[in-house]
């Protein structure tokens, strides 16, 4: 039993699906008893929890009283271009061929063994899933792909532009990988989603109609959400920051709204 995590608590777990050692990072706020909730997070791209200020940043809005008691488990990346993705779907360069495997890995093994070995008891109802980039990509697919197990998802500039066709070979929007999984899953009605770009993620503006792809592709993921969510208004938050950038310096800055969209206390 694992019990009093410390900051930069390392741990490997061995995966049979990714034929790996996941090197996991666990964070946790006061853990404290009684019937309060508490949460999960599940963060992609765990090597960069440093650069993202989460054990600070847990505890500051924990001290403020803005968020229940949550832990976080930072999964570091290993291949990211083949684990990141759309199950099942590869991209037109053939990345995400193992994002199938990463989300078994996830449920079948992190999940279970979190349940088994920490004394953090969690539910459904306060699990959450958040990534950056390609990372933002795999969280949100993972989330909306087993609406049973998570409530919340977060999504840092991610790559909703993951596309099946290259732009030599006719691509169209309708090319984009995760929006045509999207029109066959049915998301969860309550799901909460927090969905950010800066206006500096990139420079690409493939449809040349002066909004770059990064924050054309999250307002059309915003679209789409806001049509199949119960309470839009409250379940979808919408940051697309003034000159944010693709990098974590950005994304630490958004990581406290993000927080306390999902894991708010309730009052």
Same mark, same amino acid.
């Given at each position: 039993?694992?019990?009093?995590?410390?900051?930069?608590?390392?741990?490997?777990?061995?995966?049979?699906?990714?034929?790996?050692?996941?090197?996991?990072?666990?964070?946790?706020?006061?853990? +404290?008893? *009684?019937?309060?909730?508490?949460?999960?997070?599940?963060?992609?791209?765990?090597?960069?929890?440093?650069?993202?200020?989460?054990?600070?940043?847990?505890?500051?809005?924990?001290?403020?009283?803005?968020?229940i008691p949550i832990q976080v488990v930072a999964i570091h990346a290993g291949?990211?271009?083949?684990?990141? *993705?759309?199950?099942?779907?590869? @991209?037109?360069?053939?990345?995400?061929?193992?994002?199938?495997?990463?989300?078994? #890995?996830?449920?079948?093994?992190?999940?279970?063994?979190?349940?088994?070995?920490?004394?953090?008891?969690?539910?459904?109802?306060?699990?959450?899933?958040?990534?950056?980039?390609?990372?933002?990509?795999?969280? #949100?697919?993972i989330v909306t792909s087993n609406p049973s197990i998570f409530s919340s +998802?977060?999504?840092?500039?991610?790559?909703?532009?993951?596309?099946?066709?290259?732009?030599?070979?006719?691509?169209?929007?309708?090319?984009?990988?995760?929006?045509?999984?999207?029109?066959?899953?049915?998301?969860?009605? @309550?799901?909460?989603?927090?969905?950010?770009?800066?206006?500096?993620?990139?420079?690409?503006?493939?449809?040349?109609? *002066?909004?770059?792809?990064?924050?054309? @592709?999250?307002?059309?993921?915003?679209?789409?959400?806001?049509?199949?969510?119960?309470?839009?208004?409250?379940?979808?938050?919408?940051?697309?920051?003034? *000159?944010?950038c693709h990098n974590p310096a950005t994304w630490s800055q958004q990581f406290?709204?993000?927080?306390?969209?999902?894991?708010?206390?309730?009052?």
């Amino acid at each position: 039993m694992i019990t009093n995590l410390k900051y930069n608590k390392i741990i490997e777990l061995s995966s049979t699906f990714l034929k790996r050692k996941v090197q996991l990072e666990l964070f946790n706020s006061d853990l +404290v008893n *009684g019937n309060e909730p508490k949460g999960l997070l599940l963060l992609n791209d765990g090597q960069l929890a440093g650069s993202l200020f989460v054990q600070e940043t847990i505890e500051k809005l924990r001290n403020q009283d803005t968020i229940i008691p949550i832990q976080v488990v930072a999964i570091h990346a290993g291949e990211r271009q083949a684990e990141y *993705g759309v199950t099942g779907m590869r @991209d037109f360069m053939g990345r995400g061929a193992k994002a199938g495997l990463y989300e078994s #890995f996830i449920i079948e093994e992190l999940l279970p063994w979190l349940n088994l070995q920490t004394s953090f008891k969690y539910s459904s109802h306060n699990t959450a899933f958040a990534g950056f980039s390609l990372g933002g990509l795999s969280a #949100f697919d993972i989330v909306t792909s087993n609406p049973s197990i998570f409530s919340s +998802v977060g999504v840092f500039s991610g790559s909703l532009w993951w596309r099946s066709k290259s732009y030599e070979n006719g691509y169209t929007e309708n090319d984009r990988i995760v929006f045509n999984k999207m029109n066959h899953t049915r998301v969860n009605a @309550d799901l909460k989603c927090y969905l950010m770009a800066g206006t500096n993620d990139e420079c690409n503006d493939r449809n040349g109609n *002066g909004v770059i792809d990064s924050v054309d @592709d999250t307002l059309d993921m915003f679209d789409v959400l806001s049509s199949r969510l119960r309470c839009p208004e409250q379940q979808l938050l919408l940051s697309i920051v003034n *000159g944010g950038c693709h990098n974590p310096a950005t994304w630490s800055q958004q990581f406290p709204e993000f927080l306390v969209h999902t894991f708010g206390t309730p009052y």
